[in-house]
């Protein structure tokens, strides 16, 4: 299995920035991508939206609602994956996912409450 933590969500005031920090750690397989997903207040389980994704090989991919304004990348060394979170708006409000998938596992992280205020 493989266990994810996320760090670094909270409060913020529309404009701001904040950092998300994700580890994984356990049966980590070198050919995986690591992402971050969310869910907005109200909304079920199935309808968690990706924000933005990278594979090994530090490809990316991102919601087209955040282009330009958030930043993912990854340190291979340390098995984590980070999220820069600039010009926050308010619809950015959500609980925020860490994903690990790889042929084996598809694993997510316990959430991190992102509040974006107005």
């Known amino acids: 299995q493989v266990r994810l933590v996320e760090s670094g969500g909270g409060l913020v005031q529309a404009g701001g920035s904040l950092r998300l920090s994700c580890a994984a750690s356990?049966?980590?397989?070198?050919?995986?991508?690591m992402g971050w997903y969310r869910q907005a207040p109200g909304k079920q389980r199935y309808q968690r939206e990706l924000?933005?994704?990278?594979?090994?090989?530090?490809?990316?991919t991102y919601a087209d609602s955040v282009k330009g304004r958030f930043t993912i990348s990854r340190d291979n060394a340390k098995n984590t994956v980070y999220l820069q979170m600039n010009s926050l708006k308010p619809e950015d409000t959500a609980v925020y996912y860490c994903?690990?998938?790889?042929?084996?596992?598809?694993?997510w992280g316990q959430g991190t409450q992102v509040t974006v205020s107005s």
């Open positions: 924000v933005a994704e990278i594979t090994p090989g530090a490809g990316t």
């Open positions: 994903n690990y998938n790889d042929y084996r596992y598809n694993s």
């Open positions: 356990g049966s980590i397989f070198s050919i995986n991508a």
